[in-house]
């Protein structure tokens, strides 16, 4: 049986409450956060809840239980590639590639899931450039969540709007490496070090 994606209020509410069914508390930041890494879906997230919950030791669930048992979906392991990049953490930003490949995703949508995080960091900033709000940027990427824009425009602010231009341009032209490649697993591993050593992030 599949559930649906529900509106973020409601959604918090509903992890919170099954949470407490388990004898667990969680906080609101945490909640977020297992719907950022989970997609939403709460077919995935009832799963995820149990496991967390078994887990956990103590009354309230910390980030750490979390991101021991919860296998985060591509989308929110290229958004910590792209974070850790920000912070120019680039051991960091080299082992989560390191550990998509190993679990077999698929080189051309690891290369997507990274265009489009950059796409949507360059978006955050121009409307940190422009002084426009989240609800600018949730409409211009198509973000189905308040608290994913505020962490886009929280990563964006470490980063100058020329730096994010060319963060797009380098993966840009990656992609398109990468379609007559012999060894996509190399391009990718070659666009960490690019970002890292080109000042692009």
Known sequence: MEFSVQEQGSLI???????MDAGKNISTIDAE??????????????????????YSQFDTVSRA???????????TAAYKLTDALSRREY???????????????????????????MRQLLAARICIENKLGKETLIDMCGIRYEFQAR????????MTLARCRQAVLICA???????????????LTELIARLAHSEAI
């Open 13 to 19: 509410k509903w992890i919170k409450r099954h949470f």
């Open 33 to 54: 956060y297992m719907i950022l890494i989970t997609g939403g879906f709460m077919s995935a997230l009832h799963r995820e809840i149990e496991k967390v919950a078994a």
């Open 65 to 75: 239980d979390i991101d021991a048992v919860v296998i985060p979906i591509l989308d």
């Open 91 to 117: 051991a960091a930003a080299m082992r989560i590639l390191d550990e998509l490949l190993q679990m077999r995703e698929a080189p051309h949508k690891l290369m997507f899931s990274i265009s489009l995080k």
């Open 151 to 158: 962490s886009l425009i929280e990563t964006a602010r470490r």
């Open 173 to 187: 032209q990656t992609a398109f490496d990468l379609n007559s490649s012999s060894e996509p697993e190399a391009r």
